[in-house]
């Protein structure tokens, strides 16, 4: 079964040009990092695509492994937007100067952004 998992996932970053989103692998030229701030079991519900899952009570010990640069273009989202303004906060108070809060992953997906 992991072999037919790693083969479609190989296949679809092949094929639709996907943007994996890991440490160390910035966000697309242009684009805010895009911080689902949900929990895991939530994020694997449905998120945005190219976000990743740092649940608001983990971004402070885990953000500079994703924005290691404090200008980094980030963006937040979670079920409410009471989560993601918490961690706004959090980064904020980290030295991060460029962090939004969008609100809700309603909010996002009213704004365009795809889910998977």
């Known amino acids: 079964m992991k072999k037919l ?12 040009n996907v943007v994996l989103a890991e440490p160390g692998n910035p966000p ?3 684009q805010p990092l895009i911080i689902d701030v949900r929990t895991a ?12 899952n740092i649940p608001f009570d983990q971004i402070a010990d885990r953000i500079a492994a994703f924005a290691p640069d404090h ?8 079920r409410s937007g009471r989560r993601s303004g918490i961690a706004e906060q959090t980064l904020r ?3 991060y100067s460029q962090v939004e809060n969008r609100g809700s992953l309603d909010d996002m997906r ?4 795809p889910t998977n």
Do not use: F, K, P
């Open 5 to 16: 998992n790693t083969a479609g996932l190989l296949a679809a970053i092949l094929c639709c």
């Open 93 to 95: 108070q980290l030295g």
């Open 71 to 78: 200008d980094t273009r980030i963006a937040l989202y979670c």
């Open 110 to 113: 009213r704004s365009g952004y």
């Open 28 to 30: 697309v030229a242009g």
């Open 41 to 52: 079991d939530e994020y694997q519900q449905a998120h945005i695509q190219q976000a990743v």
